[in-house]
């Protein structure tokens, strides 16, 4: 079975930090894209970050404040998150999927994690 497993997420005021952190085991690592996406209380997921082949896609939103980043020996992806604002408070959830798009774009990928909350205010 594919898992996901995220950490790292909490609670920060406006322009903290934080990593969020995803294991992965049981999907063919190596060769899919990975990346993140998040959902805020009564909005639609959106897609944040995605990274395959060290070739990486950010949403306009966290582009600059977000760098994602992936240890392929280890199965683990992370997200470490800058100058944090309260519009990035939401359930970030870590996604796998053949195509980059499914996670950044359309926010439909094939295998997704439980989420871990991140919360700025």
């Known amino acids: 079975d594919v898992q996901l497993v995220e950490s790292g997420g909490g609670s920060v005021q406006p322009g903290g930090s934080l990593r969020l952190s995803c294991a992965v085991s049981?999907?063919?690592?190596?060769?899919?894209?990975m990346g993140w996406f998040r959902q805020a209380p009564l909005k639609e997921p959106e897609g944040v970050a995605s990274?395959?082949?060290?070739?990486?896609i950010y949403a306009d939103s966290v582009r600059g404040r977000f760098a994602i980043s992936r240890d392929k020996a280890k199965y683990t992806v992370h997200l470490v998150m800058n100058t944090l604002k309260p519009e990035d408070t939401g359930m970030y959830y870590c996604?796998?999927?053949?195509?980059?798009?499914?996670?950044?774009?359309?926010?439909?990928?094939?295998?997704w994690g439980q989420g871990t909350q991140v919360t700025v205010s």
């Open positions: 996604a796998a999927d053949q195509r980059c798009a499914a996670i950044v774009q359309t926010t439909t990928p094939r295998h």
């Open positions: 990274i395959a082949d060290d070739m990486t």
């Open positions: 049981g999907y063919p690592h190596g060769s899919a894209c």
